[in-house]
């Protein structure tokens, strides 16, 4: 009878540790029963310090851990060169506990033969945020409007020389292609001068060395509402708060919206875990008032997808990006 009660305790022992084992199991399992992760984070920003990469990545990285989103440690590396190869290339060939920043040159560097990389190399996991493209004159110009000006070039598209930087194929140059590609412009004969940043256009617009100038709303707002330049035409679905007094394409007859959006992606092969968990943190983050603050110091607006949706998103913007790119000449 001894042995039969010290065989039954024994046996209820095994059968307690064994729970408290699989509660242990469970705790360290994460929300969506992965594993994942099981290391440090990093974060890439494929460019230098500064600019809307690095403070992509530097906002995400002090989010998710000050709001305790992510307990893991995070840190930022910066990739910089040849408008992101350098750092997606690194990407590539690291695990699912590393993520980039991404934005459409991840799209456009393969459609102008600069890259291999197109995004279907990677595994999309958001879009975060856009800004928007404004199109900008002299305070004295008698262009008053986007409208406007569209109209002197349909009329005569070589009447008008129109900045940008740095360099075709960007997101500043290819709205304003598409608006004027709406408009009935030939975009084959449009005349750019192409400045080496923000600030260099500016001073060529100012100088009246261009008429008018493509530019991101935020490169262009704080000298509008200085009056030191005029906004004739921003492509947002709506008006811009802070420029309520500038039209959006779509008011002015040119059916169009252009977003300058930044998202993430991760490495090829990543497991459903790997993902969900992904867009269960990422979800999280851009619901905080953290997320909302930068997006509010930035004039970035709100823009998220998640992987699955990204992954559709990306994919319509190919089509969007290559076709435009083929209308202004820069494709064989």
């Not at 460019?47 to 930022?76: C, F, H, Y």
């Not at 001073?203 to 008429?211: A, E, N, S, W, Y």
């Not at 959006?261 to 851009?286: L, Q």
């Amino acid at each position: 009878m001894r042995k039969l009660i010290g065989l039954a305790i024994i046996m209820m022992a095994l059968v307690v540790a064994g729970c408290s084992s699989d509660e242990n199991d469970k705790e360290a399992k994460s929300d969506n029963g992965s594993d994942f992760p099981t290391d440090s984070i990093e974060i890439i920003a494929p460019a230098s310090p500064g600019g809307g990469w690095d403070g992509t990545a530097r906002a995400m990285q002090k989010i998710l851990s000050d709001e305790g989103i992510i307990e893991q440690n995070m840190n930022v590396v910066n990739k910089p060169g040849g408008g992101g190869e350098v750092g997606w290339q690194y990407l590539k060939k690291q695990d699912a506990h590393h993520f980039a920043i991404n934005s459409s040159l991840v799209i456009t560097n393969n459609v102008l033969g600069q890259s291999e990389l197109t995004y279907e190399d990677f595994t999309p996991l958001a879009t975060l945020t856009t800004e928007w493209v404004a199109l900008a004159t002299k305070p004295d110009s008698d262009l008053t409007s986007g409208k406007a000006v569209m109209e002197k070039l349909k009329e005569d598209p070589k009447s008008l020389k129109i900045g940008v930087a740095p360099s075709l194929g960007n997101d500043d140059h290819l709205a304003f292609v598409q608006a004027a590609k709406e408009f009935g412009v030939d975009v084959t004969k449009l005349e750019f001068l192409i400045s080496e940043s923000g600030g260099d256009l500016q001073t060529q617009l100012l100088g009246g060395h261009v008429d008018v100038a493509t530019m991101s709303v935020s490169e262009a707002k704080e000298q509008h509402q200085a009056d030191k330049l005029n906004i004739v035409a921003v492509s947002s679905e709506e008006r811009i708060d802070g420029l309520d007094d500038v039209k959006t394409w779509k008011e002015q007859g040119v059916d169009i919206t252009f977003p300058h959006w930044r998202g993430v992606m991760g490495p090829p092969d990543m497991t459903e875990d790997e993902i969900a968990y992904w867009d269960e943190k990422i979800s999280e983050m851009v619901k905080t008032d953290a997320w909302q603050k930068v997006l509010d110091n930035n004039d970035w607006e709100a823009y998220y997808k998640d992987s699955a949706e990204t992954k559709e998103f990306l994919k319509s913007e190919t089509e969007k990006y290559t076709e435009l790119l083929n209308d202004a000449g820069l494709t064989d």
